[in-house]
């Protein structure tokens, strides 16, 4: 098993180069289902979720190949087979995103119901009730969502809860319904903007993505496209908040600050008086850091994947800081891997009470949840002593090497065998 030690009380200084996202390239691999040609994307980050969806698309019969730029070119003419291997899935929740597109082409669909990070129920109720307003027929079955349909046929429907991934199912879904398809109380994510602009590309009709109804005018078909992933938001605000945490200053490049206001907003509260200029942003605070609270919620609000980041921030902020979660029921489990390094958590159901500073202290710390390892690296930058934190294949999931980054930031930190 591999983990990652850390030498804390170094500042991390220079700048970093932000992967595509995660959250952006997933779905736009399953994109792929839709049509017998080719996709080519640019920017997939190397990752473990990237490799695990490569093998997902691969068993079903897809081509995916690595080009010499990096670019991967997906290409499924035919299907191999309806069903996504439990073996593949049970790591990664994004895989129930083949569901919406292997309904809307082949009229069948075999998908093992998700798994993922350990931080609460996210069930895909909202997908299947979406899915069967548009004709499928779908039957939950020894842990698989089995479904068929005739085409796909176009209908209104209101998501009870803002949800991500039940939005980008849905719309490649409807991509290839007969009719028009309203998606109500849709997601606003820029992933999920970046999402409806690759299928704009491969010759979908869509309005509205960015905004709470999305229009989708289905068609018969869809050709190939090229298209490049955005920036990873949470990568960036993860890599600023390094730099905060460890007393240094750090610049996030190739990102797209707009899609960080929650975060700058935040950052410019607790002092640290953000700067940004086209495709980057910097963070420092001379002055010290002052406690600040925040509401997790949908975007445009305070993105849940930075709530534990954050609260390792407020462990050296000046005063007490309150942080409430609304996404997930489970996503503090990081706060008693912190309270061992001497962290001041008080847990109060959906809320979090920081108080700070406090001196932190290496220790071993065990990683929970992807979002959990990256907020224990975090602390173990500023911890006095050595940090080891075990289970970093969560890490795997969502950064690409981020040992290496940190490195080139400053960081004492190295990955090893145990």
């Given at each position: 098993m591999e983990a990652?030690?850390?030498?804390?009380?170094?500042?991390?200084?220079?700048?970093?180069?932000?992967?595509?996202?995660?959250?952006?390239?997933?779905?736009?691999?399953?994109?792929?289902?839709?049509?017998?040609?080719s996709l080519l994307l640019h920017r997939l980050p190397q990752v473990r979720d990237v490799e695990t969806m490569a093998e997902v698309l691969r068993f079903l019969g897809a081509v995916v190949e690595t080009r010499e730029d990096g670019g991967r070119e997906i290409h499924l003419s035919t299907l191999s087979t309806h069903r996504t291997p439990y073996r593949?899935?049970?790591?990664?929740?994004?895989?129930?995103?083949?569901?919406?597109?292997?309904?809307?082409?082949?009229?069948?669909?075999?998908?093992?119901?998700?798994?993922g990070c350990a931080i609460g129920s996210r069930p895909i109720d909202l997908?299947?009730?979406?899915?069967?307003?548009m004709g499928a027929q779908i039957s939950l079955e020894h842990g698989f969502v089995n479904a068929r349909c005739g085409r796909l046929r176009g209908a209104e429907i209101t998501f009870d809860l803002v949800t991500v991934t039940g939005t980008e199912n849905v719309m490649m879904a409807a991509t290839l319904a007969e009719g028009t398809t309203v998606l109500i109380n849709a997601a606003r994510e820029p992933e999920v903007v970046d999402l409806a602009k690759l299928l704009a590309g491969m010759g979908a009709r869509i309005s509205g993505a960015g905004s709470d109804t999305i229009?989708?005018?289905?068609?018969?078909?869809?050709?190939?496209?090229?298209?490049?992933?955005?920036?990873?938001r949470i990568e960036a605000g993860t890599y600023l908040i390094a730099g905060l945490i460890s007393g240094g200053s750090v610049r996030v490049e190739q990102v797209y600050p707009h899609h960080l206001r929650a975060l700058i907003d935040k950052l410019r509260e607790v002092g640290a008086e953000p700067k940004?200029?086209?495709?980057?942003?910097?963070?420092?605070?001379?002055?010290?850091?002052?406690?600040?609270?925040?509401?997790?919620?949908?975007?445009?609000?305070?993105?849940?994947?930075?709530?534990?980041?954050?609260?390792?921030?407020?462990?050296?902020?000046?005063?007490?800081?309150?942080?409430?979660?609304?996404?997930?029921?489970?996503?503090?489990?990081?706060?008693?891997?912190?309270?061992r390094m001497g962290a001041k958590i008080g847990i109060e159901g959906s809320r979090a009470v920081v108080q700070g500073p406090t001196r932190l202290s290496g220790a071993k710390l065990m990683a929970t949840d992807l979002r959990a390892s990256a907020s224990l690296v975090l602390a173990g930058l500023v911890a006095e002593g050595e940090?080891?934190?075990?289970?970093?294949?969560?890490?795997?999931?969502?950064?690409?090497?981020?040992?290496?980054?940190?490195?080139?930031?400053?960081a004492r930190i190295s990955r090893v065998r145990h």
């Open positions: 990652i030690e850390i030498l804390g009380g170094r500042p991390l200084r220079g700048s970093v180069s932000i992967s595509g996202a995660k959250n952006a390239a997933l779905p736009a691999m399953c994109a792929a289902i839709l049509t017998p040609a593949l899935v049970k790591t990664m929740r994004a895989s129930v995103l083949t569901l919406g597109p292997l309904l809307a082409r082949f009229g069948q669909a075999q998908v093992s119901l998700p798994g997908h299947i009730e979406a899915l069967r307003r229009r989708i005018e289905g068609v018969s078909g869809l050709h190939g496209a090229e298209h490049t992933v955005i920036p990873d940004t200029d086209g495709n980057w942003i910097e963070a420092s605070a001379a002055g010290g850091l002052q406690a600040a609270d925040i509401h997790t919620a949908p975007y445009p609000g305070f993105p849940t994947d930075l709530q534990a980041q954050f609260m390792a921030l407020m462990t050296q902020a000046n005063g007490t800081s309150i942080i409430t979660e609304t996404i997930f029921e489970n996503r503090f489990m990081h706060a008693a891997e912190l309270k940090t080891v934190v075990d289970r970093v294949y969560h890490l795997d999931r969502g950064y690409a090497d981020m040992v290496g980054k940190l490195q080139n930031l400053g």
